[in-house]
């Protein structure tokens, strides 16, 4: 079916670097496995899809929202609108039948039986009849001439059907059941062509005045024809195949032109402004008159469990009776059905490209270039809009407008007043052939560097100690506020802000912290338009709380000035240590020494539970000085974790007698 028509165009190509479609195109997804025919409803903007593997129709809005379907249709194939749009006919290939339903809810059925081995195929409305092609398979036909072309005539008390209307010759020239695409307008002509064999046989009927007239057949494609299409004023067909869109005079089928492609097609379709369309692994556009396209639609890739690219399904495409908006239905690899909506196509879509300087230095003169080019040629003379947005004109500044030479070519040159990221938004408006455009480039300009410090980096703290932290922020344009953040180490503890204010007049900003952890303290300067972000960070360390006493001694005595406790040789030493939890368990590291000939020698050491008293054994040590201390290490292989600084206990000193 052509007029009324349907079928969605693919996605968004990108044409040029930074370049914007002025209008949205979409697509949905049709609850559908194959695609039989497609018609468009143009009074009630509705758009029918007939689906011959699961024997049904199914009925959307433009904008590809199903509001009805009909099931139980087998293998219903072609579809035609009444000229009054109340109904929608199907042909029923497998039930030897064609169905009415009505158009605005897909429901009331009326059955008209065709006869004992007529299987139809092709279904279109021309000079108040059904036109239906057929042939005596069903589907998927093979070999043998057996197709024909009838009529189902529901005007009268009873339907009237007419088998066998293209008489020619005693085996006709179908080989299985033709497609048919009928004329728009009342010239009351339809065309036949053979998708089934490499024949590239057309034919063209006058079924005008009641009559069915052969006008013309002729081999017009290479074979396999996809898909045919009349011009707006019946003058022409134009048919494709797979490689080739040919066209020819409707009169006597004789060759006058073609058009471009480069790649295989499956459908095309014809305007009513003479716009022709054609689609395939991708959708390609051309204005009247132009061989070449004006426009060309990429179709994605939608598989993941697939290499291949979605495609326009046969037949499977048609313009909006009167209007501009194009339909397609594509299929993926594991057909999936897309009804895909485009609204500019027969525009022009420009490539807007801009160039000019990674970077820049502020309040120095820059250029950007650019070019406007398209399909269809645009006069010199094109006006561009330009803005700058930057810093300090964060919604953006108009730069005026800028012409374009007799190649697209314009050039822009500013002063940006602000460092950072500057982008210069170029923009052309569209006409009444092209579409609207926009590119943007963006100008990394320079900013000074201010000076900044903060204080205490470096140093080590107890635990538990709240320690004020001092930033200092040097000269800058107008932002004046420094922020101070504080990260513990550790991922249970995230990064917080202690302070975001206006420095005092000595560019001085404060803010204090209690430490429990190794901590990473940073003062942040935001930026401003002409001086530039920076941070400086004080990693401090902390301590632990961590000590060691001893217990189980029966007296104590001063060596020298030094207190020791003093043990049975039979007695453990108890040592009972107490250090700063963490999430995860901590290890305590414990030191023994004794004292042998005036030095200190290690008698053991190792990790142990810090929340488990420990103990230590005099055994083979009566008579001899000895002292230990516990420790949190950083990072020990053992120790638990890193959250805070490696830190000692004093000695603790014992003595073993008897």
């Known amino acids: 079916m052509r007029y009324p028509w349907i079928g969605v165009a693919v996605g968004v190509v990108v044409l040029g670097a930074g370049a914007t479609p002025a209008l949205a195109d979409s697509d949905r997804t049709l609850p559908v ?45 072609g579809l035609a609108l009444s000229a009054d749009g109340t109904k929608i006919y199907g042909a029923l290939e497998s039930g030897r039948a064609i169905v009415a339903l009505s158009a605005a809810t897909l429901t009331e059925p009326v059955r008209y039986d065709l006869g004992a081995g007529v299987y139809p195929l092709s279904l279109e409305s021309a000079a108040g009849k059904l036109w239906f092609t057929y042939d005596d398979f069903g589907a998927y036909p ?6 024909n072309i009838g009529s189902l005539d529901v005007s009268g008390p009873a339907p009237v059907v007419t088998l066998e209307q293209d008489t020619t010759g005693a085996y006709g020239i179908w080989s299985g059941a033709p497609e048919l695409s009928a004329a728009t307008g009342d010239s009351g ?70 058009y471009t492609v480069d790649s295989w097609v499956r459908a095309v379709a014809v305007a009513s402004d003479g716009t022709v369309a054609t689609g395939g692994d991708a959708l390609r556009v051309y204005a009247p008159g132009r061989s070449a396209p004006i426009r060309r639609y990429a179709l994605p890739h939608t598989d993941p469990s697939s290499t291949g690219y979605d495609e326009v399904a046969d037949r499977a495409l048609a313009w909006e009776p009167g209007g501009n908006r194009l339909f397609a239905v594509t299929r993926n690899p594991s057909a999936v059905h897309r009804l895909r909506i485009y609204t500019e196509p027969k525009k022009s879509q420009p490539v807007l490209k801009l160039s000019g300087p990674a970077s820049a230095a502020r309040a120095k003169p820059l250029t950007v270039t650019g070019s406007l080019t398209a399909s269809l040629p645009l006069p010199a003379g094109t006006p561009v809009t330009v803005t700058r947005t930057d810093l300090e ?47 943007v480039r963006s100008v990394a300009v320079s900013r000074t560097t201010p000076a900044l410090s903060l204080s205490n980096n470096g140093k080590t703290y ?45 560019g001085q ?21 002409r001086t530039a972000p920076k941070t400086v960070k004080a990693a401090v360390g902390t301590k632990v709380s961590v000590s060691v006493k001893l217990s189980k001694y029966y007296k104590t005595v001063k060596i020298g000035g030094t207190k020791y406790r003093y043990y049975h040789e039979k007695t453990k030493a108890k040592l009972n240590v107490k250090m700063t939890a963490a999430p995860t368990a901590r290890k305590a590291y414990v030191s023994v020494q004794f004292k042998y000939k005036g030095k200190w020698r290690a008698w053991g050491d190792g990790y142990f539970p810090a929340t488990k008293a420990i103990y230590v054994s005099g055994a083979g040590f009566k008579g001899y000085k000895m002292r230990v201390r516990v420790a949190y290490v950083k990072g020990g292989s053992k120790s638990g974790d890193t959250l805070n600084t490696t830190t000692w206990t004093p000695y603790q000193y014992l003595y073993f007698t008897k």
């Open 142 to 147: 093979f070999t043998g001439s057996d197709g």
């Open 33 to 77: 496995k194959s695609v039989g025919d497609l018609v468009v409803d143009g009074a009630r903007q509705r758009i029918f899809v007939s689906d011959p593997t699961s024997g049904k129709i199914v009925e959307t809005r433009y904008d590809g929202t199903v509001v009805a379907t009909a099931s139980g249709l087998p293998r219903v194939s």
């Open 393 to 439: 004109s964060p919604s953006g500044r108009s730069l005026g407008t800028r012409t374009t030479a007799a190649d697209g070519s314009f050039s822009i040159t500013d002063t940006p007043p602000a460092g950072g990221t500057v982008t210069y938004r170029v923009s052309y408006a569209g006409d009444g052939t092209h579409s609207a455009v926009t590119a």
């Open 509 to 529: 900003v404060s803010a204090s912290v209690r430490l429990t952890r190794n901590t990473t303290v940073s003062a942040v300067f935001t930026g401003d338009a």
């Open 189 to 258: 002509l339809i065309a036949a062509f053979d998708p089934h064999t490499s024949s590239g046989v057309v034919a063209v009927y006058d079924v005008s005045g009641g009559a069915f007239t052969r006008t013309g057949t002729k081999q017009v494609t290479g074979g396999y024809t996809r898909d045919v299409d009349f011009t707006p004023d019946a003058g022409h067909v134009v048919a494709a195949d797979l490689n080739a869109v040919t066209v020819a005079r409707s009169t006597d089928l004789a060759k006058t032109g073609s």
């Open 462 to 506: 107890a635990y538990g100690k709240t320690v004020t932290f001092t930033a200092r922020l040097g000269g800058t344009y107008k932002n004046r506020t420094v922020e101070l953040w504080a990260d513990p180490a550790g991922g249970d503890q995230g990064r917080r802000l202690l302070k975001r204010a206006v420095v005092d007049k000595s």
